[in-house]
């Protein structure tokens, strides 16, 4: 499903601009996975990752932090935070009330800098380091940029961490 601003329904006075927001994240995964074509082309893991940006910075009542949990078994886990910080505290029904529950290890820990730049915070280092032996990627995503760590483990049994920035652009810049 492609994001488009026109999809945006705002709700006056209200936290959410796109009450369905959760669903765009899911319908991009599952677009990503199926690789459905976007009119563009081939759905690619950027344009999922545009997704939760677009998402990040449209959907609220003020541009937020939001996080993508992916599984071992695929499923997305959602939730949203502040423009600073996100967790699943008070959103818990994403973790325990779904019809299926989370299984480690992640594929990826996916999360949003809304105020500008794609990097690891202080925070985001502790809970890579906190689940670094449960996960096999982080992300983060920042304007028109994202940072990523990749864990795994050597030839010689060590574990390593891959560190990659990547650039892209968007929609604003075509």
């Known amino acids: 499903m492609v994001l488009l601003k026109e999809n945006i329904e705002e709700v006056v006075g209200d936290l959410i601009k ?3 927001w959760k669903e765009y994240i899911q319908h991009a995964w599952t677009d990503y996975l199926s690789g459905k074509a976007n ?3 081939e759905y690619t ?3 999922f990752y545009e997704s939760i940006w677009f998402i990040s910075m449209n959907a609220f009542d003020i541009p ?3 996080q993508v949990l992916i599984d071992k078994n695929g499923n997305p886990f959602i939730s949203v935070g ?3 910080f ?3 505290e008070h959103q818990d029904d994403e973790l ?3 019809a299926h529950k989370m299984s480690f290890p992640l594929i990826e820990w996916i999360h949003t800098h809304p105020f500008g730049q794609a990097y690891f915070s202080g925070t985001d280092l502790r809970t890579v380091g906190l689940y670094r032996n449960h996960m096999k990627k982080a992300t983060v995503l920042g304007d028109s940029e994202r940072m990523t760590i990749k864990f795994g483990i050597g030839p010689l049994g060590e574990d390593y961490q891959e560190y990659t920035q990547y650039t892209w652009i968007g929609d ?3």
């Open 96 to 98: 325990y009330d779904k």
């Open 82 to 84: 502040s423009p600073g």
């Open 39 to 41: 009119g563009q082309g």
């Open 18 to 20: 796109l009450p369905k």
């Open 172 to 174: 604003e810049e075509e």
């Open 45 to 47: 893991r950027e344009t």
């Open 64 to 66: 937020r932090e939001v």
């Open 86 to 88: 996100v967790s699943f």
